[in-house]
């Protein structure tokens, strides 16, 4: 294994990771030759080595989990959750946030060189592309694992996600339940519904109409396919949400420009401008994203989601998936979550209930949608304390 | 007022149309100096003139509701509701169905030539394009009106409509309560809400993203921007489902050529190909519609829709928009409709009642979401037939 830095990522950013020289041997047969993966740590690692804690991030989440993001400049995207005397509280615990396989902030994805053919010598290697083999969820959760052993660590204290990242929490449950003494699945499910691989084949067929795709080889000019990425983030933005917190926050509100009478309208300006808030703030979603994610790392993830499935290898059985486990679970959901409904998490603590699983689930009522675990929303935060400081004194990490 | 035949629409379709020279005043403020109204009519009109109902189709339909489709070959979009012995029966109703103002199957829309100034001596003028003014459900309406009255119909025994047909249902109940008898508005609301806005939103940014749109000026070449029409329709089929239609119709089955396992994937496939069946059904639905609607009209009629609110004259009092109204109500909703919840129907139930209208309201509980008042819903016939037929013998048409 050769640990090495080096520039990766979107507009050539550094970010700290390591690279295994012996590659990643993929679920749908493909071994990756070599691996990166970008991670950041925060808080100390006993010397036990008992009291780590990793963040599984969502679909176009990062390892800047509780820290200023190094490209956008904004906080961390988890950091009411994550931090010094926050419930995954880095006094405490040791966590690990690492960039997905497949991703774009400097773990191997499309975008990262190809390194499965000789090149010539002295020419830099042309990156995957969409020549990038399938990832899976699991495949995500094996590249974590080694992650978790290069930094020495045994067994996680806890593995926590929100969203896709509540998958890859799933997913270290059932394929490494040694591993995981506690696991927190957050807004999450099982499988990927038919409604939500229809939303994300609207954004992909969205990708794939933009001629700066170009069939994926948008990297051999200075384009991108911002136009296409953007209609895909909108349509996913509003499945984050919920019909009450949009007409909370926009409701039927015009724009100022367009708060005139309706006769004062200008010829033409009907068709093509902002008349409501909501548009105006969707179209900002969509524009401020393509300038972090990388189109074809949009498309591998968004695959990895679809493909998700813990129950298939069981005859349809997820209790099966978990026979034996000694993980204890927190499984929460929202009330007003329709992109991962709470039946969904509902039917993984039926699963583990019937292999007799120490499981706690918790369905906060909220009105925010899917996006809840990411927002202030106390109950949620005062769930995961009051369960990793449970599990933490059952762990014997505290007194 | 000149009626004559001429060619219009896509394709350079003829259709039964009307054209009144006096145009139409907009609500926006402007004036179309010319009007074309197409449409369809089924069964005979009594002697007293007092059996005509008034059919008002949703975003994509057309006047082809009961006969086969003069550009797709395809059954008309409703004929399990209307036809002889059908619930809206044309044995014994004079059914009309025109395209909508703002439509592109020969009423005057934005493919229409622009007629607002001179034009050179034998050039043919060009089509409005995104110059053609915003229009709203009451300008539909009004335009609706003035094709009843050609008829020589001063009162509707009837006017119904699902989606935006029942938008349209209820303005002509608000804005000519003398005219309308009977107003069944199906799975439809007082207002477009936010979330609502925001998928149609997506869907004109998908349009507006193609390149081969060229800034509304498509209509110069000979393309279309089919793609981001395609991805609109795909983002708004999705909204005429519901999950459980979705996980019933398609689940997470995969398509013929991906139900090899994982490992016999091919390199490079995985990101671009159709994996699962609902992907499949959603391209198709995307690349069929292109073939039939025109995109400036998409734009135009989605517009009309969001503009929507039947209680902004009011100060918000819905009830006020339908004081001392005579008109019989028989509303419809559908369990799983997501697009347009029972909620908002039951809202204007509620504003019917204040005012002491008569109303009835009726809950279809089915799993096929908002696109169910297009399909084999028994329950739902039986409504409409059932609420018909008393209006008739309340309205003499039958002993």
Same mark, same amino acid.
């Given at each position: 294994?050769?640990?090495?830095?080096?520039?990766?990522?979107?507009?050539?950013?550094?970010?700290?990771?390591?690279?295994?020289?012996?590659?990643?041997?993929?679920?749908?047969?493909?071994?990756?030759?070599?691996?990166?993966?970008?991670?950041?740590?925060?808080?100390?690692?006993?010397?036990?080595?008992?009291?780590?804690?990793?963040?599984?991030?969502?679909?176009?989440?990062?390892?800047?989990?509780?820290?200023?993001?190094?490209?956008? !400049?904004?906080? @961390?995207?988890?950091?009411?959750?994550? +931090?010094?005397?926050? #419930?995954?509280? $880095?006094? %405490?615990?040791? /966590?690990?946030?690492?960039?997905?396989?497949?991703?774009?902030?400097?773990?191997?994805?499309?975008?990262?060189?190809?390194?499965?053919?000789? !090149?010539?010598? @002295?020419?830099?290697?042309?990156?995957? +592309?969409?020549?990038? #083999?399938?990832? $899976?969820? %699991?495949?995500? /959760?094996?590249?974590?694992?080694?992650?978790?052993?290069?930094?020495?660590?045994?067994?996680?204290?806890?593995?926590?996600?929100?969203?896709? !990242?509540?998958?890859?929490?799933?997913?270290?449950?059932?394929?490494?339940?040694?591993?995981?003494?506690?696991?927190?699945?957050?807004?999450?499910?099982?499988?990927?519904?038919?409604?939500?691989?229809?939303?994300?084949?609207?954004?992909?067929?969205?990708?794939?109409?933009?001629?700066?795709?170009?069939?994926?080889?948008?990297?051999?000019?200075?384009?991108?396919?911002?136009?296409?990425?953007?209609?895909?983030?909108?349509?996913?933005?509003?499945?984050?949400?919920?019909?009450?917190?949009?007409?909370?926050?926009?409701?039927?509100?015009?724009?100022?420009?367009?708060?005139?009478?309706?006769?004062?309208?200008?010829?033409?300006?009907?068709?093509?401008?902002?008349?409501?808030?909501?548009?105006?703030?969707?179209?900002?979603?969509?524009?401020?994203?393509?300038?972090?994610?990388?189109?074809?790392?949009?498309?591998?993830?968004?695959?990895?989601?679809?493909?998700?499935?813990?129950?298939?290898?069981?005859?349809?059985?997820?209790?099966?998936?978990?026979?034996?486990?000694?993980?204890?679970?927190?499984?929460?959901?929202?009330?007003?979550?329709?992109?991962?409904?709470?039946?969904?998490?509902?039917?993984?603590?039926?699963?583990?209930?019937?292999?007799?699983?120490?499981?706690?689930?918790?369905?906060?009522?909220?009105?925010?949608?899917?996006?809840?675990?990411?927002?202030?929303?106390?109950?949620?935060?005062?769930?995961?304390?009051?369960?990793?400081?449970?599990?933490?004194?059952?762990?014997?990490?505290?007194?």
């Amino acid at each position: 294994m050769i640990v090495e830095a080096s520039d990766t990522g979107l507009a050539e950013l550094e970010h700290s990771h390591v690279r295994f020289a012996d590659g990643l041997a993929l679920e749908c047969g493909i071994t990756l030759p070599s691996l990166t993966i970008a991670y950041r740590t925060y808080g100390t690692l006993n010397p036990a080595r008992s009291n780590a804690i990793l963040v599984c991030h969502a679909l176009t989440g990062d390892q800047y989990v509780a820290e200023r993001h190094k490209l956008t !400049g904004r906080p @961390g995207w988890w950091e009411l959750m994550v +931090g010094p005397g926050r #419930p995954v509280d $880095t006094n %405490r615990y040791f /966590v690990i946030c690492s960039n997905v396989l497949g991703g774009c902030m400097g773990s191997t994805g499309p975008a990262s060189p190809r390194d499965d053919r000789p !090149g010539a010598e @002295g020419v830099a290697a042309e990156p995957w +592309g969409t020549d990038f #083999p399938l990832v $899976t969820i %699991r495949d995500m /959760v094996r590249a974590q694992k080694k992650l978790v052993e290069h930094l020495g660590i045994e067994r996680l204290f806890a593995v926590i996600g929100g969203s896709m !990242g509540g998958m890859q929490t799933l997913e270290w449950a059932a394929t490494y339940p040694q591993c995981v003494f506690a696991a927190v699945p957050i807004a999450a499910a099982s499988f990927h519904s038919a409604q939500n691989i229809a939303f994300h084949e609207v954004g992909r067929q969205a990708i794939f109409a933009d001629p700066d795709w170009l069939g994926g080889r948008y990297w051999e000019t200075d384009r991108t396919p911002a136009r296409g990425l953007a209609v895909a983030r909108m349509a996913a933005h509003i499945t984050y949400l919920s019909e009450q917190a949009l007409t909370r926050k926009f409701g039927r509100r015009q724009r100022p420009d367009h708060d005139a009478p309706l006769d004062a309208a200008p010829l033409g300006s009907a068709l093509f401008g902002e008349m409501f808030e909501v548009e105006s703030y969707l179209r900002h979603q969509g524009s401020s994203f393509v300038r972090r994610f990388d189109a074809n790392s949009y498309l591998a993830i968004t695959r990895a989601m679809d493909y998700f499935d813990l129950a298939v290898e069981h005859e349809g059985d997820l209790s099966a998936a978990f026979a034996g486990t000694a993980t204890r679970f927190c499984i929460v959901s929202f009330s007003s979550d329709w992109l991962f409904p709470t039946a969904q998490s509902r039917e993984v603590a039926r699963a583990l209930n019937r292999v007799a699983a120490n499981v706690s689930f918790v369905e906060i009522a909220t009105d925010k949608g899917h996006d809840a675990f990411l927002l202030d929303e106390p109950d949620l935060h005062r769930t995961v304390a009051g369960f990793l400081t449970g599990c933490a004194e059952h762990a014997g990490l505290i007194g």
